[in-house]
């Protein structure tokens, strides 16, 4: 294992503490809106479809590599609307 | 990777704090949408970041298809997010969540038969992380096809047989043993990855058939963390920074998120899992008995109450979802205001298919914020209450929580509906809930049910309470 996976790893451990101390006080009323934003931003994996698909040289690779990019692209874009929607009513309310 | 400038990490960073700001800003009421945005905009950066990276070399058939890709997750994603009715948004979420899993076990699986094939091959270091990409991600693909399915009304009950928990063990046990194989050092067999592909979405759909409707919430949220790790894994394989922090930040999350739902329900994660919900035990609670008799009541005796209540508190459930009841809801308390009756929402943390989802509900229809009160906020005061009106929720209202020890729902938090002066319930029938145990409460002396569809029920009383 080279210096580079340890500093890598050494950002995943500290990603991991500061998702759990972001959302420690939620109101059980944004936990929908939460799941669907959080969902939303994993939709980034449509990045890692884009640098595969790049890469892709047989019919087999470009066709997963396509498929994966359509969901992925359907994730992040579905999820921000989604929860942009969800989140619209909790605005008009609050007069 | 040396050849990536160091400028591309500068956008790293940038989106990281736009991506932990966003989720800060989602858990307050008052930025949440701000909140929503600042994470688009994280995203906005990092593509921005990456794409001209991509065409270091000219224009060519994969970036085409990428362009076609994106469009048409651009458009089935705008299709899904606003065509959606309100009340299916956890089918939604449930629905995007599974295709970002297959796309990451897609995207692990590629790069490890490609890298199978190379010069190279494959350290173990990466062996590990496509692997447990394309486990989790096929994994939280079928799962969550089979939690949406749930959740549109098909095979909601738990599907059980016996020694199904032997059998997933054993399926898992495979798993792991390819997995153990593939990373030994025969990671240039691709059937034997490819088995590992199907049994992993296998083991999604296992996972999830024996778990019950009621807890798809929990599924969801623990599936979406699962995604979000299989994202960050994948990040690993491809070295890209971004991907790691922002799958991360959804795996821990998601996590605590999955925990808080447990516990709003009083159940430890492992029982909602393994303990298929609702079949054995719940049919023996329910054959024990129930004493009482259940007592009917017409709406225009149900208005009457409410017209002359001082206090009325309004308890909705999933019931209220599916019959599309939320405006008719807020009509009933407009009118009941007018009169000068003090109205209260009590909202059960997993009232519903999700927490929030009677929120959500009441926001559409536009019931002000101040109305609606959390359980714990309620109870105190529920016996100062004189009409406690149940609009189709069931097990969080059940007193057999509180009463029966033997009860599978016993020790859940619920909302003390039975202590109002008068219960009335409105249900389509006296069928079971979720948890597919009788409640106590439509035996109790000082309930009435007015039986049939929640919106038909709800204009009866609202117009007779104009009447009165």
Known sequence: MSVEHILVLFIFILSIFVGFEVISKVPSMLHTPLMSGTNAIHGIIVLGGMLVLAGADTPLARTLGFVAVIFGSANVFGGFMVTDRMLQMFKKKKK | MSATPSILYIFYIVAAVLFILGIKFLSSPRTARYGNLVAAAGMLVVFGATIPLLHEQSWNLNCTLMAIGILIGLALGALGAYSVKMTAMPQMVAAFNGLGGGSAALVAGLEFLRRAH?????APFFAVTMLFATLIGSLSFSGSIIAFLKLEGHFEKPHTFPGQNFFNGLVLLVILGLCGYLIGGQTTNSTAFVILFALALFFGIAMVMPIGGADMPVVISLLNSFTGLAVAADGFTINNLSMIVAGT????????????MCKAMNRPVTNVLFGAFG???????????VAGTVKPIQADEAALLLAYAQRVVIVPGYGMAVAQAQHQVRELSDELG????????????????MPGHMNVLLAEANVPYDQLCEMEAINPSMDRVDVCLVIGANDVVNPAAREEKTSPIYGMPIIEADRAKTVIVM??????????????????????????????????????????
């Not at chain 2, 930040?249 to 808080?260: A, D, Q, Y």
């Not at chain 2, 035990?281 to 024990?288: V, Y």
């Not at chain 2, 007018?338 to 298919?353: C, L, N, W, Y």
């Not at chain 2, 035996?443 to 007779?464: E, H, I, P, W």
């Open chain 2, 249 to 260: 930040l959804v795996g821990s999350s998601g996590t605590l998120l999955t925990l808080l």
């Open chain 2, 427 to 468: 249900k389509r029938s006296m069928a079971a809930g979720f948890a597919g145990i009788e409640n106590h409460l439509f035996y109790k002396d000082n309930t009435r049910m007015l039986f049939g569809d929640a919106k038909a029920s709800l204009n009866a009383l609202v117009a007779a309470v104009k009447a009165n």
């Open chain 2, 338 to 353: 007018k009169r000068g009756i003090e109205v209260q929402f009590a909202i059960h943390p997993v009232a519903g298919r």
């Open chain 2, 279 to 289: 079949s054995a035990s719940g049919s023996k609670a329910a054959a024990g008995g």
């Open chain 2, 118 to 122: 190379s010069a190279e091959g494959i």
